[in-house]
Protein backbone atom coordinates (compact mmCIF):
# COMPACT_ATOMS: atom_id res chain seq x y z
CA UNK A 1 0.00 0.00 0.00
CA UNK A 2 2.94 2.05 0.73
CA UNK A 3 4.21 1.89 -2.94
CA UNK A 4 0.61 2.50 -4.29
CA UNK A 5 0.10 5.43 -1.86
CA UNK A 6 3.52 7.08 -3.65
CA UNK A 7 2.35 6.55 -7.49
CA UNK A 8 -0.66 8.34 -6.85
CA UNK A 9 1.95 11.51 -6.55
CA UNK A 10 2.19 10.99 -10.32
CA UNK A 11 -0.10 12.43 -12.82
CA UNK A 12 -0.31 10.09 -15.87
CA UNK A 13 -0.41 12.29 -18.59
CA UNK A 14 1.55 9.93 -20.91
CA UNK A 15 2.30 6.47 -21.92
CA UNK A 16 4.69 3.84 -20.17
CA UNK A 17 7.16 2.37 -21.83
CA UNK A 18 8.92 -0.78 -20.98
CA UNK A 19 12.06 -1.39 -22.68
CA UNK A 20 13.02 -5.44 -23.12
CA UNK A 21 16.43 -4.79 -24.42
CA UNK A 22 19.53 -6.62 -25.87
CA UNK A 23 21.92 -5.40 -23.36
CA UNK A 24 22.25 -4.15 -19.90
CA UNK A 25 21.98 -0.62 -18.61
CA UNK A 26 25.38 -0.44 -17.77
CA UNK A 27 26.89 -2.21 -20.29
CA UNK A 28 28.26 0.21 -22.97
CA UNK A 29 25.90 3.14 -23.66
CA UNK A 30 24.18 2.68 -27.12
CA UNK A 31 20.73 3.61 -29.24
CA UNK A 32 19.20 1.37 -26.31
CA UNK A 33 20.06 3.33 -23.45
CA UNK A 34 19.44 6.75 -25.21
CA UNK A 35 16.71 6.04 -26.62
CA UNK A 36 15.12 4.99 -23.06
CA UNK A 37 16.72 8.14 -21.29
CA UNK A 38 15.56 10.49 -23.77
CA UNK A 39 11.99 9.08 -23.83
CA UNK A 40 12.02 9.44 -20.27
CA UNK A 41 13.17 12.76 -20.28
CA UNK A 42 9.60 14.01 -22.24
CA UNK A 43 7.44 12.95 -19.07
CA UNK A 44 7.40 9.18 -20.12
CA UNK A 45 7.79 6.77 -17.20
CA UNK A 46 10.57 4.21 -18.69
CA UNK A 47 11.21 0.63 -17.79
CA UNK A 48 14.26 -0.63 -18.95
CA UNK A 49 14.47 -4.36 -18.22
CA UNK A 50 17.98 -5.93 -18.56
CA UNK A 51 19.59 -8.97 -21.04
CA UNK A 52 20.99 -10.50 -18.03
CA UNK A 53 19.31 -11.89 -15.08
CA UNK A 54 20.36 -11.42 -11.50
CA UNK A 55 19.74 -14.08 -8.05
CA UNK A 56 17.17 -11.94 -7.23
CA UNK A 57 14.67 -9.15 -9.08
CA UNK A 58 15.82 -5.82 -8.65
CA UNK A 59 14.19 -2.17 -9.43
CA UNK A 60 16.62 0.41 -9.89
CA UNK A 61 15.52 4.17 -10.05
CA UNK A 62 18.00 5.95 -12.40
CA UNK A 63 16.23 9.89 -12.98
CA UNK A 64 12.67 11.05 -12.04
CA UNK A 65 10.81 8.47 -14.46
CA UNK A 66 13.56 6.16 -15.56
CA UNK A 67 13.54 2.49 -14.08
CA UNK A 68 16.19 -0.40 -14.34
CA UNK A 69 15.02 -3.82 -13.99
CA UNK A 70 17.00 -6.67 -13.44
CA UNK A 71 14.87 -10.30 -13.50
CA UNK A 72 15.71 -12.69 -11.47
CA UNK A 73 17.52 -15.70 -12.47
CA UNK A 74 16.17 -19.20 -13.93
CA UNK A 75 17.87 -21.54 -15.65
CA UNK A 76 19.30 -19.20 -18.67
CA UNK A 77 21.18 -16.51 -16.89
CA UNK A 78 20.59 -13.75 -20.06
CA UNK A 79 17.60 -13.17 -22.58
CA UNK A 80 19.79 -13.93 -25.65
CA UNK A 81 19.68 -18.00 -24.05
CA UNK A 82 15.66 -17.85 -23.25
CA UNK A 83 13.80 -20.82 -24.88
CA UNK A 84 9.32 -20.62 -25.11
CA UNK A 85 9.83 -22.79 -22.17
CA UNK A 86 12.21 -20.72 -20.00
CA UNK A 87 9.36 -17.98 -20.06
CA UNK A 88 7.27 -18.48 -16.97
CA UNK A 89 9.17 -16.77 -14.39
CA UNK A 90 9.87 -13.73 -16.83
CA UNK A 91 6.31 -13.40 -17.19
CA UNK A 92 5.45 -13.27 -13.54
CA UNK A 93 7.73 -11.00 -12.60
CA UNK A 94 6.83 -8.16 -15.66
CA UNK A 95 3.36 -8.88 -14.31
CA UNK A 96 4.07 -7.75 -10.75
CA UNK A 97 5.65 -4.62 -12.40
CA UNK A 98 2.71 -3.74 -14.06
CA UNK A 99 0.86 -4.00 -10.94
CA UNK A 100 3.15 -2.54 -8.70
CA UNK A 101 3.47 0.36 -10.84
CA UNK A 102 0.00 0.67 -11.95
CA UNK A 103 0.69 0.01 -16.35
CA UNK A 104 -2.01 0.45 -18.06
CA UNK A 105 -1.52 2.87 -21.27
CA UNK A 106 2.35 1.63 -22.46
CA UNK A 107 3.87 0.25 -25.13
CA UNK A 108 6.53 -1.88 -25.14
CA UNK A 109 9.97 -1.42 -27.06
CA UNK A 110 11.70 -5.08 -27.81
CA UNK A 111 15.61 -5.04 -28.51
CA UNK A 112 16.06 -8.70 -28.89
CA UNK A 113 13.61 -11.17 -30.50
CA UNK A 114 13.50 -13.85 -28.07
CA UNK A 115 11.53 -11.97 -25.99
CA UNK A 116 8.65 -12.88 -28.31
CA UNK A 117 6.54 -15.32 -24.87
CA UNK A 118 6.88 -12.57 -22.91
CA UNK A 119 5.80 -10.04 -25.08
CA UNK A 120 2.70 -11.57 -25.87
CA UNK A 121 1.61 -12.28 -22.40
CA UNK A 122 2.15 -8.63 -21.65
CA UNK A 123 0.29 -7.53 -25.01
CA UNK A 124 -2.84 -10.28 -24.04
CA UNK A 125 -2.89 -9.22 -20.75
CA UNK A 126 -2.22 -5.43 -20.77
CA UNK A 127 -2.99 -4.41 -24.07
CA UNK A 128 0.13 -2.81 -24.63
CA UNK A 129 1.41 -1.77 -28.04
CA UNK A 130 4.24 -3.77 -29.36
CA UNK A 131 7.17 -1.93 -31.14
CA UNK A 132 10.36 -4.14 -32.37
CA UNK A 133 13.31 -1.92 -32.54
CA UNK A 134 15.00 -3.88 -35.69
CA UNK A 135 18.19 -3.05 -35.41
CA UNK A 136 20.26 -5.82 -36.51
CA UNK A 137 20.50 -8.54 -39.02
CA UNK A 138 21.20 -11.38 -37.27
CA UNK A 139 22.31 -13.60 -39.83
CA UNK A 140 25.66 -12.68 -39.92
CA UNK A 141 26.27 -12.87 -36.10
CA UNK A 142 28.51 -15.73 -36.11
CA UNK A 143 26.42 -16.23 -32.39
CA UNK A 144 23.14 -16.16 -33.26
CA UNK A 145 23.19 -16.90 -36.91
CA UNK A 146 22.79 -20.61 -36.35
CA UNK A 147 20.11 -20.04 -33.43
CA UNK A 148 16.45 -21.64 -34.74
CA UNK A 149 14.63 -19.96 -32.46
CA UNK A 150 15.73 -16.77 -32.74
CA UNK A 151 15.31 -16.74 -36.20
CA UNK A 152 11.73 -18.39 -35.95
CA UNK A 153 11.07 -15.25 -33.02
CA UNK A 154 12.57 -12.45 -34.98
CA UNK A 155 9.53 -13.77 -37.99
CA UNK A 156 6.63 -14.03 -35.42
CA UNK A 157 7.72 -10.48 -33.96
CA UNK A 158 7.79 -8.97 -37.91
CA UNK A 159 4.78 -10.23 -38.66
CA UNK A 160 2.73 -9.47 -35.32
CA UNK A 161 4.24 -6.01 -34.17
CA UNK A 162 1.99 -3.34 -33.68
CA UNK A 163 5.17 -1.66 -35.61
CA UNK A 164 8.57 -2.37 -36.81
CA UNK A 165 11.11 0.63 -36.50
CA UNK A 166 14.52 0.01 -38.74
CA UNK A 167 17.40 1.63 -38.65
CA UNK A 168 18.40 1.26 -42.32
CA UNK A 169 16.88 0.65 -46.03
CA UNK A 170 18.42 -2.58 -45.97
CA UNK A 171 16.29 -4.22 -42.86
CA UNK A 172 13.41 -1.81 -43.51
CA UNK A 173 13.25 -3.74 -46.81
CA UNK A 174 13.61 -7.09 -44.97
CA UNK A 175 11.32 -6.66 -42.36
CA UNK A 176 8.39 -5.18 -44.95
CA UNK A 177 8.04 -8.39 -46.63
CA UNK A 178 6.30 -9.33 -43.49
CA UNK A 179 5.43 -6.58 -40.89
CA UNK A 180 2.42 -4.43 -41.48
CA UNK A 181 3.50 -1.28 -40.55
CA UNK A 182 7.39 -0.19 -40.80
CA UNK A 183 8.81 3.10 -39.76
CA UNK A 184 12.90 3.72 -40.34
CA UNK A 185 14.06 5.72 -37.62
CA UNK A 186 18.37 5.79 -37.99
CA UNK A 187 20.90 6.28 -35.35
CA UNK A 188 21.56 9.49 -33.75
CA UNK A 189 24.01 11.23 -31.38
CA UNK A 190 24.34 12.38 -27.71
CA UNK A 191 25.40 15.95 -29.04
CA UNK A 192 25.84 18.11 -26.47
CA UNK A 193 28.72 15.32 -25.16
CA UNK A 194 30.06 15.16 -28.30
CA UNK A 195 30.38 18.60 -29.09
CA UNK A 196 32.74 19.14 -26.39
CA UNK A 197 35.19 17.17 -28.72
CA UNK A 198 34.72 20.23 -31.18
CA UNK A 199 38.62 21.52 -31.74
CA UNK A 200 39.09 25.28 -32.88
CA UNK A 201 43.12 24.98 -32.95
CA UNK A 202 45.52 21.85 -33.64
CA UNK A 203 47.41 21.36 -30.52
CA UNK A 204 49.38 18.06 -31.53
CA UNK A 205 52.37 18.58 -34.10
CA UNK A 206 51.46 15.23 -35.48
CA UNK A 207 48.55 14.04 -37.70
CA UNK A 208 46.10 11.84 -36.01
CA UNK A 209 43.40 9.65 -37.06
CA UNK A 210 41.08 7.63 -35.54
CA UNK A 211 38.42 5.05 -34.66
CA UNK A 212 36.24 4.46 -31.79
CA UNK A 213 34.17 1.25 -31.68
CA UNK A 214 34.11 -2.67 -31.61
CA UNK A 215 36.56 -4.26 -33.69
CA UNK A 216 35.54 -7.75 -35.09
CA UNK A 217 34.81 -9.33 -38.03
CA UNK A 218 33.65 -6.69 -39.60
CA UNK A 219 36.16 -4.33 -39.69
CA UNK A 220 38.31 -3.75 -42.82
CA UNK A 221 41.58 -4.46 -41.63
CA UNK A 222 42.88 -4.27 -45.48
CA UNK A 223 42.36 -0.84 -46.30
CA UNK A 224 43.70 -0.06 -42.42
CA UNK A 225 46.66 -1.71 -42.99
CA UNK A 226 47.04 0.10 -46.63
CA UNK A 227 47.37 3.64 -44.72
CA UNK A 228 49.60 2.40 -42.21
CA UNK A 229 52.43 1.13 -44.41
CA UNK A 230 51.90 4.12 -47.00
CA UNK A 231 51.72 7.04 -44.38
CA UNK A 232 54.40 5.71 -41.48
CA UNK A 233 54.09 9.19 -40.65
CA UNK A 234 49.95 9.20 -39.55
CA UNK A 235 49.18 8.16 -35.93
CA UNK A 236 46.22 5.56 -35.91
CA UNK A 237 44.26 5.14 -33.22
CA UNK A 238 42.19 2.82 -32.69
CA UNK A 239 39.50 2.77 -29.20
CA UNK A 240 37.41 0.00 -28.51
CA UNK A 241 37.22 -4.03 -27.72
CA UNK A 242 39.37 -6.31 -30.33
CA UNK A 243 36.81 -9.63 -30.94
CA UNK A 244 39.09 -10.53 -34.09
CA UNK A 245 42.64 -11.16 -33.30
CA UNK A 246 43.33 -11.69 -36.83
CA UNK A 247 43.20 -7.39 -37.28
CA UNK A 248 45.22 -7.50 -34.48
CA UNK A 249 48.04 -9.77 -35.72
CA UNK A 250 47.67 -7.76 -39.30
CA UNK A 251 48.24 -4.23 -37.19
CA UNK A 252 50.61 -4.19 -34.42
CA UNK A 253 53.61 -4.83 -36.73
CA UNK A 254 53.38 -0.86 -37.53
CA UNK A 255 54.54 1.30 -35.46
CA UNK A 256 52.13 4.15 -36.22
CA UNK A 257 48.97 2.38 -35.23
CA UNK A 258 47.81 2.24 -31.55
CA UNK A 259 45.30 -0.52 -29.93
CA UNK A 260 43.83 1.45 -26.83
CA UNK A 261 41.61 -1.21 -26.02
CA UNK A 262 37.78 -0.57 -24.48
CA UNK A 263 37.34 2.95 -23.13
CA UNK A 264 34.41 4.39 -21.38
CA UNK A 265 31.47 6.24 -23.07
CA UNK A 266 32.10 8.49 -20.89
CA UNK A 267 35.86 9.16 -22.39
CA UNK A 268 35.76 9.33 -25.84
CA UNK A 269 35.70 12.65 -26.56
CA UNK A 270 38.93 13.30 -25.09
CA UNK A 271 40.32 10.80 -27.63
CA UNK A 272 37.91 12.25 -30.71
CA UNK A 273 39.37 16.02 -29.72
CA UNK A 274 42.45 14.98 -31.15
CA UNK A 275 41.66 12.93 -34.16
CA UNK A 276 42.27 14.92 -37.85
CA UNK A 277 40.02 12.69 -39.46
CA UNK A 278 37.89 9.92 -38.47
CA UNK A 279 37.30 6.58 -39.95
CA UNK A 280 34.71 4.20 -40.15
CA UNK A 281 36.43 0.94 -41.43
CA UNK A 282 33.67 -1.30 -41.93
CA UNK A 283 33.16 -4.19 -44.59
CA UNK A 284 30.76 -2.84 -47.12
CA UNK A 285 30.16 -6.18 -48.79
CA UNK A 286 28.40 -8.02 -45.96
CA UNK A 287 24.62 -7.49 -45.05
CA UNK A 288 25.53 -6.79 -41.55
CA UNK A 289 27.33 -3.88 -42.88
CA UNK A 290 24.56 -3.03 -45.11
CA UNK A 291 21.98 -3.25 -42.56
CA UNK A 292 24.14 -0.74 -40.47
CA UNK A 293 23.57 3.15 -39.79
CA UNK A 294 26.69 3.66 -37.76
CA UNK A 295 25.90 5.71 -34.23
CA UNK A 296 29.72 7.10 -34.96
CA UNK A 297 28.53 9.00 -38.24
CA UNK A 298 26.64 11.00 -35.96
CA UNK A 299 29.01 11.63 -32.84
CA UNK A 300 31.61 12.28 -35.25
CA UNK A 301 29.75 14.86 -36.89
CA UNK A 302 28.85 16.34 -33.75
CA UNK A 303 32.57 17.14 -33.04
CA UNK A 304 32.36 18.53 -36.70
CA UNK A 305 35.04 16.07 -37.56
CA UNK A 306 36.06 15.10 -41.30
CA UNK A 307 35.20 11.34 -41.94
CA UNK A 308 36.67 8.63 -44.31
CA UNK A 309 34.63 5.75 -44.18
CA UNK A 310 34.16 2.57 -46.93
CA UNK A 311 31.39 2.60 -49.19
CA UNK A 312 28.74 1.86 -46.32
CA UNK A 313 25.16 2.38 -48.11
CA UNK A 314 23.58 4.32 -45.37
CA UNK A 315 25.96 6.55 -45.89
CA UNK A 316 25.74 7.30 -49.64
CA UNK A 317 23.07 10.23 -48.97
CA UNK A 318 25.90 11.96 -47.17
CA UNK A 319 28.80 11.59 -49.61
CA UNK A 320 30.04 15.05 -49.83
CA UNK A 321 31.48 17.69 -46.88
CA UNK A 322 29.54 15.16 -44.54
CA UNK A 323 32.03 11.91 -45.45
CA UNK A 324 34.07 10.35 -48.20
CA UNK A 325 33.28 7.03 -49.22
CA UNK A 326 35.98 5.13 -50.64
CA UNK A 327 35.61 1.99 -52.69
CA UNK A 328 38.96 0.49 -52.27
CA UNK A 329 42.19 0.80 -50.19
CA UNK A 330 43.47 3.43 -52.74
CA UNK A 331 40.61 5.47 -52.31
CA UNK A 332 40.11 4.79 -48.97
CA UNK A 333 44.15 6.21 -48.33
CA UNK A 334 43.52 8.91 -51.10
CA UNK A 335 40.38 10.78 -48.77
CA UNK A 336 42.20 10.52 -46.06
CA UNK A 337 45.49 12.46 -47.70
CA UNK A 338 42.87 14.97 -49.14
CA UNK A 339 41.36 15.79 -45.79
CA UNK A 340 44.16 16.27 -43.90
CA UNK A 341 45.80 18.66 -46.57
CA UNK A 342 42.68 20.68 -46.65
CA UNK A 343 41.46 23.48 -44.27
CA UNK A 344 38.26 23.24 -43.63
CA UNK A 345 36.34 26.83 -43.55
CA UNK A 346 33.73 27.70 -40.93
CA UNK A 347 31.25 26.84 -43.22
CA UNK A 348 31.73 23.29 -43.55
CA UNK A 349 31.91 22.82 -40.18
CA UNK A 350 29.22 24.38 -38.94
CA UNK A 351 27.13 22.47 -41.59
CA UNK A 352 28.39 19.28 -39.99
CA UNK A 353 27.87 20.10 -36.60
CA UNK A 354 24.27 21.73 -37.79
CA UNK A 355 23.46 17.94 -38.99
CA UNK A 356 24.57 16.09 -36.07
CA UNK A 357 22.91 18.70 -33.95
CA UNK A 358 19.07 17.80 -36.01
CA UNK A 359 19.97 14.19 -35.41
CA UNK A 360 20.68 14.37 -31.77
CA UNK A 361 18.71 11.13 -29.71
CA UNK A 362 16.31 13.29 -27.73
CA UNK A 363 14.61 13.52 -32.07
CA UNK A 364 14.97 9.70 -32.40
CA UNK A 365 12.92 10.10 -29.01
CA UNK A 366 10.39 12.27 -30.25
CA UNK A 367 10.04 10.34 -33.16
CA UNK A 368 9.57 6.99 -32.07
CA UNK A 369 6.72 8.27 -29.49
CA UNK A 370 5.19 10.03 -32.15
CA UNK A 371 4.69 6.89 -34.22
CA UNK A 372 3.86 4.42 -31.16
CA UNK A 373 1.15 7.54 -30.43
CA UNK A 374 -0.28 6.72 -33.79
CA UNK A 375 -0.56 2.83 -32.86
CA UNK A 376 -3.76 3.84 -30.85
CA UNK A 377 -6.88 4.09 -32.49
CA UNK A 378 -8.73 7.74 -31.93
CA UNK A 379 -10.92 7.88 -29.03
CA UNK A 380 -13.91 10.71 -28.71
CA UNK A 381 -15.04 11.41 -25.33
CA UNK A 382 -18.33 13.29 -25.37
CA UNK A 383 -19.66 15.14 -22.55
CA UNK A 384 -22.94 17.12 -22.64
CA UNK A 385 -22.63 19.92 -20.13
CA UNK A 386 -25.54 22.24 -18.51
CA UNK A 387 -24.60 24.46 -15.80
CA UNK A 388 -23.27 22.63 -12.89
CA UNK A 389 -19.72 24.40 -13.69
CA UNK A 390 -17.30 23.10 -10.85
CA UNK A 391 -18.19 19.49 -11.90
CA UNK A 392 -17.44 20.08 -15.46
CA UNK A 393 -14.02 21.40 -14.32
CA UNK A 394 -13.29 18.42 -12.00
CA UNK A 395 -14.51 16.22 -15.15
CA UNK A 396 -11.93 17.65 -17.42
CA UNK A 397 -9.33 18.18 -15.11
CA UNK A 398 -9.43 14.77 -14.00
CA UNK A 399 -9.46 13.73 -18.10
CA UNK A 400 -6.35 15.87 -18.79
CA UNK A 401 -4.95 14.67 -15.47
CA UNK A 402 -5.17 11.08 -15.56
CA UNK A 403 -5.51 9.78 -19.02
CA UNK A 404 -1.91 8.62 -20.33
CA UNK A 405 -4.35 7.14 -23.64
CA UNK A 406 -2.01 9.31 -26.32
CA UNK A 407 -5.27 9.26 -29.28
CA UNK A 408 -8.48 10.99 -27.83
CA UNK A 409 -10.48 14.38 -28.18
CA UNK A 410 -12.97 15.40 -25.91
CA UNK A 411 -15.93 16.87 -27.88
CA UNK A 412 -18.09 19.22 -25.13
CA UNK A 413 -21.40 20.11 -25.88
CA UNK A 414 -23.21 22.72 -24.11
CA UNK A 415 -26.75 23.08 -23.54
CA UNK A 416 -27.37 26.73 -22.92
CA UNK A 417 -25.94 26.70 -19.91
CA UNK A 418 -26.64 30.22 -18.24
CA UNK A 419 -23.50 30.20 -15.35
CA UNK A 420 -19.85 30.58 -16.77
CA UNK A 421 -19.85 27.37 -18.85
CA UNK A 422 -19.63 28.87 -22.06
CA UNK A 423 -16.82 31.14 -21.15
CA UNK A 424 -14.93 28.45 -19.86
CA UNK A 425 -15.03 26.16 -22.60
CA UNK A 426 -14.44 28.56 -25.05
CA UNK A 427 -11.21 28.80 -23.02
CA UNK A 428 -10.09 25.52 -23.25
CA UNK A 429 -10.95 24.97 -26.83
CA UNK A 430 -7.90 27.41 -27.43
CA UNK A 431 -5.71 26.02 -24.97
CA UNK A 432 -6.24 22.15 -26.48
CA UNK A 433 -5.83 21.10 -29.92
CA UNK A 434 -7.67 18.01 -28.91
CA UNK A 435 -10.78 19.78 -27.34
CA UNK A 436 -13.74 20.90 -29.37
CA UNK A 437 -17.03 22.89 -28.69
CA UNK A 438 -20.50 22.98 -29.33
CA UNK A 439 -22.65 25.69 -27.87
CA UNK A 440 -26.00 25.43 -28.43
CA UNK A 441 -28.36 28.22 -28.05
CA UNK A 442 -31.42 26.30 -26.20
CA UNK A 443 -31.40 23.01 -23.78
CA UNK A 444 -31.56 20.15 -26.44
CA UNK A 445 -31.84 17.37 -23.93
CA UNK A 446 -29.20 14.35 -22.80
CA UNK A 447 -30.18 12.30 -26.35
CA UNK A 448 -29.52 15.10 -29.09
CA UNK A 449 -26.22 16.73 -27.43
CA UNK A 450 -24.69 13.63 -27.66
CA UNK A 451 -25.79 12.89 -30.85
CA UNK A 452 -24.25 16.38 -31.68
CA UNK A 453 -21.56 15.38 -30.35
CA UNK A 454 -21.06 11.85 -32.03
CA UNK A 455 -21.36 13.59 -35.41
CA UNK A 456 -18.45 15.95 -34.67
CA UNK A 457 -16.68 13.18 -33.43
CA UNK A 458 -13.50 11.79 -35.69
CA UNK A 459 -12.65 8.64 -33.61
CA UNK A 460 -13.18 4.39 -33.98
CA UNK A 461 -14.61 4.59 -30.79
CA UNK A 462 -16.66 7.02 -28.61
CA UNK A 463 -16.74 7.34 -24.90
CA UNK A 464 -20.12 9.19 -23.57
CA UNK A 465 -19.54 10.39 -20.67
CA UNK A 466 -21.20 12.88 -17.87
CA UNK A 467 -19.62 16.05 -17.03
CA UNK A 468 -20.60 14.57 -12.98
CA UNK A 469 -17.56 12.39 -12.87
CA UNK A 470 -14.16 11.87 -12.27
CA UNK A 471 -12.00 9.61 -14.43
CA UNK A 472 -8.94 7.20 -12.78
CA UNK A 473 -6.07 5.55 -14.42
CA UNK A 474 -6.25 3.56 -17.54
CA UNK A 475 -9.92 4.01 -18.10
CA UNK A 476 -9.86 4.51 -21.61
CA UNK A 477 -7.79 0.94 -22.63
CA UNK A 478 -10.16 -0.60 -19.78
CA UNK A 479 -13.32 0.32 -21.69
CA UNK A 480 -12.61 -0.26 -25.62
CA UNK A 481 -10.43 -2.88 -25.29
CA UNK A 482 -13.77 -5.28 -24.15
CA UNK A 483 -14.81 -4.31 -28.21
CA UNK A 484 -11.76 -7.23 -29.29
CA UNK A 485 -14.93 -9.63 -28.42
CA UNK A 486 -16.84 -8.65 -31.52
CA UNK A 487 -20.05 -9.55 -29.45
CA UNK A 488 -19.67 -6.76 -26.90
CA UNK A 489 -21.83 -3.82 -28.22
CA UNK A 490 -21.41 -1.56 -25.57
CA UNK A 491 -18.66 -1.19 -22.31
CA UNK A 492 -19.57 0.62 -19.42
CA UNK A 493 -17.56 1.10 -15.93
CA UNK A 494 -18.10 0.31 -11.98
CA UNK A 495 -18.78 3.30 -9.84
CA UNK A 496 -19.80 4.34 -6.67
CA UNK A 497 -23.27 6.08 -7.12
CA UNK A 498 -26.08 4.81 -9.26
CA UNK A 499 -29.22 3.02 -9.49
CA UNK A 500 -27.98 -0.29 -11.20
CA UNK A 501 -25.15 -2.99 -10.43
CA UNK A 502 -22.28 -1.38 -11.71
CA UNK A 503 -22.44 0.59 -8.33
CA UNK A 504 -20.07 -1.36 -5.82
CA UNK A 505 -19.28 -0.55 -2.18
CA UNK A 506 -16.53 2.28 -1.87
CA UNK A 507 -14.59 3.20 1.33
CA UNK A 508 -13.56 6.50 0.39
CA UNK A 509 -15.12 9.40 2.06
CA UNK A 510 -14.00 12.53 -0.36
CA UNK A 511 -12.53 13.16 -3.34
CA UNK A 512 -9.23 12.91 -2.02
CA UNK A 513 -9.40 9.37 -1.65
CA UNK A 514 -11.07 8.21 -5.38
CA UNK A 515 -7.33 7.11 -6.71
CA UNK A 516 -6.24 5.09 -4.04
CA UNK A 517 -9.88 3.35 -3.90
CA UNK A 518 -9.75 2.53 -7.61
CA UNK A 519 -5.77 2.18 -7.72
CA UNK A 520 -6.78 -1.32 -4.76
CA UNK A 521 -9.84 -1.89 -6.69
CA UNK A 522 -9.32 -1.87 -10.38
CA UNK A 523 -6.00 -3.84 -9.66
CA UNK A 524 -7.75 -6.74 -8.30
CA UNK A 525 -10.33 -7.36 -10.76
CA UNK A 526 -7.96 -6.59 -13.57
CA UNK A 527 -9.46 -8.09 -16.50
CA UNK A 528 -12.36 -9.09 -14.86
CA UNK A 529 -16.59 -8.06 -16.36
CA UNK A 530 -19.55 -8.20 -14.71
CA UNK A 531 -22.00 -9.35 -17.24
CA UNK A 532 -25.08 -9.85 -15.36
CA UNK A 533 -26.59 -6.50 -16.15
CA UNK A 534 -29.83 -5.38 -17.96
CA UNK A 535 -28.55 -1.73 -18.90
CA UNK A 536 -25.58 0.34 -18.71
CA UNK A 537 -26.07 4.11 -17.29
CA UNK A 538 -25.03 6.64 -19.68
CA UNK A 539 -22.44 8.41 -16.97
CA UNK A 540 -19.84 6.53 -18.90
CA UNK A 541 -20.12 4.04 -21.86
CA UNK A 542 -17.96 3.49 -24.56
CA UNK A 543 -19.30 2.63 -28.06
CA UNK A 544 -17.46 1.24 -31.28
CA UNK A 545 -17.95 3.55 -34.01
CA UNK A 546 -19.38 1.07 -36.94
CA UNK A 547 -21.63 -0.01 -33.71
CA UNK A 548 -22.86 3.14 -33.89
CA UNK A 549 -23.40 3.39 -37.91
CA UNK A 550 -25.00 -0.05 -37.03
CA UNK A 551 -27.77 0.33 -34.74
CA UNK A 552 -28.37 4.17 -35.20
CA UNK A 553 -27.68 7.48 -32.88
CA UNK A 554 -29.32 7.87 -29.46
CA UNK A 555 -33.38 8.18 -29.57
CA UNK A 556 -33.89 12.25 -29.30
CA UNK A 557 -37.60 11.84 -28.19
CA UNK A 558 -36.93 11.07 -24.58
CA UNK A 559 -37.40 14.07 -22.61
CA UNK A 560 -34.47 15.73 -20.95
CA UNK A 561 -32.31 12.79 -19.99
CA UNK A 562 -34.21 9.71 -18.78
CA UNK A 563 -34.19 5.74 -20.17
CA UNK A 564 -32.00 6.72 -23.62
CA UNK A 565 -29.45 3.79 -21.46
CA UNK A 566 -32.48 1.46 -21.28
CA UNK A 567 -33.51 2.25 -24.74
CA UNK A 568 -29.84 1.76 -26.06
CA UNK A 569 -29.45 -1.16 -24.00
CA UNK A 570 -32.34 -3.24 -25.59
CA UNK A 571 -31.46 -1.83 -28.98
CA UNK A 572 -27.85 -3.28 -28.96
CA UNK A 573 -29.27 -6.70 -27.38
CA UNK A 574 -31.90 -7.09 -30.25
CA UNK A 575 -29.30 -6.42 -32.67
CA UNK A 576 -27.25 -9.68 -30.89
CA UNK A 577 -24.83 -7.46 -29.00
CA UNK A 578 -24.12 -8.08 -25.43
CA UNK A 579 -23.38 -5.28 -22.98
CA UNK A 580 -20.74 -5.69 -20.87
CA UNK A 581 -19.25 -3.96 -17.09
CA UNK A 582 -15.86 -3.37 -16.87
CA UNK A 583 -14.47 -4.01 -13.30
CA UNK A 584 -11.56 -2.60 -13.94
CA UNK A 585 -12.68 0.73 -15.03
CA UNK A 586 -14.03 2.87 -11.66
CA UNK A 587 -15.63 6.22 -12.57
CA UNK A 588 -16.38 8.36 -9.41
CA UNK A 589 -20.40 9.65 -10.14
CA UNK A 590 -21.85 12.57 -8.38
CA UNK A 591 -25.03 11.24 -10.15
CA UNK A 592 -28.12 13.27 -10.90
CA UNK A 593 -26.70 16.52 -10.32
CA UNK A 594 -28.69 18.60 -12.96
CA UNK A 595 -31.96 16.51 -11.59
CA UNK A 596 -31.72 17.70 -8.61
CA UNK A 597 -31.87 21.19 -9.67
CA UNK A 598 -35.42 19.67 -10.58
CA UNK A 599 -38.46 19.70 -8.77
CA UNK A 600 -39.78 16.57 -7.86
CA UNK A 601 -43.03 17.12 -9.48
CA UNK A 602 -41.31 17.98 -12.76
CA UNK A 603 -39.29 14.98 -12.84
CA UNK A 604 -41.93 12.44 -12.01
CA UNK A 605 -44.05 14.29 -15.31
CA UNK A 606 -40.61 13.57 -17.44
CA UNK A 607 -40.21 10.31 -15.84
CA UNK A 608 -43.29 8.94 -16.64
CA UNK A 609 -43.31 10.38 -19.67
CA UNK A 610 -40.33 8.64 -21.16
CA UNK A 611 -41.23 5.74 -19.69
CA UNK A 612 -44.60 5.30 -21.56
CA UNK A 613 -42.65 5.64 -24.91
CA UNK A 614 -40.10 3.62 -24.09
CA UNK A 615 -42.69 0.72 -23.05
CA UNK A 616 -44.85 1.39 -26.17
CA UNK A 617 -41.44 1.66 -28.92
CA UNK A 618 -40.03 -1.80 -27.60
CA UNK A 619 -43.59 -3.64 -26.44
CA UNK A 620 -42.38 -4.41 -23.18
CA UNK A 621 -43.09 -3.22 -19.14
CA UNK A 622 -40.13 -1.58 -17.64
CA UNK A 623 -38.75 -3.20 -14.86
CA UNK A 624 -36.90 -1.05 -12.29
CA UNK A 625 -33.42 -1.16 -12.35
CA UNK A 626 -31.53 -3.43 -9.38
CA UNK A 627 -28.32 -3.14 -7.29
CA UNK A 628 -25.87 -5.50 -7.38
CA UNK A 629 -26.64 -9.09 -5.22
CA UNK A 630 -23.61 -9.26 -2.68
Known amino acids: NVKKLKLLDYTYKKLDVIFLSVIDWNFRYQRPQHLAKNISKAGNRVFYVNAN ?49 NIRESI ?23 ILDYIDDYDDFEETSKNKYLKEATRKYLENSDLVI ?50 SSWFDVDKVEFVAKNRPDIEIELVGEVSEPKVKKILEKYSNVSFLGEKKYEELPKYLIDYDVCLIPFKDDIDLIKATNPVKFYEYLSAGKKIVATDIPELKPYEGNLV ?8 FLKFINESIEKIDTDVEIKERIE ?14 MKYSEKLFEKV ?87 NDTIVTRGWITGL ?65 KEIVDEIGLLDE ?34 WRASFKKINDKEYKRIFEKNKKYYEQKWNTIWTPHRKRIK
Request: hydrophobic content about 35%; charged content about 30%.
Open 53 to 101: FGQNKKVNKLDENLYEITLKSQEKIRIYDILESDSEILKEQLDKIYEDF
Open 108 to 130: IIIEYPTWYEVTNFLKTKYKSKI
Open 166 to 215: TTSNFLNEKASKYAKSTKIIRNGTEFNFFNRALRENKTNEKIKIGYYGAI
Open 324 to 331: KLAKDKEE
Open 355 to 368: FAKQNDWSERAKTI
Open 380 to 466: SIIIVTYNNLNLTKKCINSILERTAYPNYEIIIVDNASSDETSKYLEELEKKYKNIKIKLNKENLGFASGNNQGIKMAEGEYYILLN
Open 480 to 544: IKHFEDKKVGMVGSVTNSIGNEAEIEVDYVDETGIDEFSLNYTTEHYNETYEDIKTLAMYCVALK
Open 557 to 590: NYERGMFEDDDYSIALKKAGYKIVCAEDVFIHHF
